[in-house]
Structure formats: structure tokens, C-alpha cells
């Protein structure tokens, strides 16, 4: 298979879009965006302030509109947020225009790999397992419905993810 135009890589918080998408952009020779930065980037401001002053909902518009014109480019890795499936058209937009990979991780590793970060509005909670167990029962059906390739990430390092992702597609 030649590789696809666009590869966009959805999946939950901590599932590693942003690290594997920087390296896989590398192997094909494609730009890397990450739609969280871009969303950052375009408003000035970071996502855990619009969350505070527009709630999620605010955010979700946000991100749904950059999700539109991201998948709309050509020759691009786009590492989209945890959430970005929830948007039907956004689904629609991305299962579409691009080849579609679910970075699928479990929930331990996510609470491993997010427990630092203080940017992360949905696990500022007392229990972070709990919301996380949720979101991954809510959005899991909706990364299946689009994805193209599932790769596991757990205790998996960057490149061997990349790798393994490079080789389906090429």
C-alpha cells in the first residue's frame, strides 16, 4: 500500500499521539500537527483556560473547527486530543480524509503517563481512574467506528509504535 496522504492518530489522553506522530511525521516525510497546540495557538491562550472560561463545551466547538480545517490539509500527521471522536462530524471529517490510527492504551498507563502533567482540565478530579475508566467506556466504540489500524501502546516505546505503524502503511 503507498502510504496514505494524511495519517491521524486519535485514541485517549497519554496514549502517546503526540511523541509517535513527531516520529512517524519523520519517517514519511509529512509535517507533524498536533491539534491541541493548534487550538493553543490559534486563541493565544492554553487549553485549560478555555476550559475555565468556556467549559468543555466551548472547547469541544473549538476543536471541532480546527479538527475541519487540520484534516482538510494535505501531507500531514495530526495528533489529535482524547476527545476529538466525539464530534460526529469530526469523525466524519477525519475517517474520510486520511488514514485513521488508534493509539489504544489502558487505563494504568494512562494514569502513568498523565499523572505529572497539570494541563490535562478532564483529571483535575479527585479520582482520575474513575474518569478516565469512563471516557475510555464513552469514546472507545467512537475511536473503533473510524480507525483504520489499532496499536497497542502499552510499555511500548515511541519508535516501536512509529515502526510498527510505517510498516502497515507503506
Known sequence: MKHPKNVFLIGPMGAGKSAV????????HLSFVDSDEEIESRTGVDIPFIFEKEGEEGFRTREAKVIDDLSGRDGIVLATGGGAVID?????????RGFVVYLKTSVDQQLARTRRGRDRPLLEQDDPRVVLEQLMLTR????????????????????????EIYEAIT
Request: avoid cysteine; charge should be positive; hydrophobic fraction near 40%.
Open 140 to 163: 472507545e466504540p467512537m475511536y473503533l467506528e473510524i480507525a483504520d489500524l489499532t496499536v497497542d501502546t502499552d510499555g511500548r516505546k515511541v519508535n516501536a509504535v512509529a515502526n
Open 21 to 28: 506522530g513527531r516520529q512517524l511525521a519523520r519517517m514519511l
Open 88 to 96: 460526529r462530524q469530526s469523525r466524519s471529517h477525519l475517517g474520510a
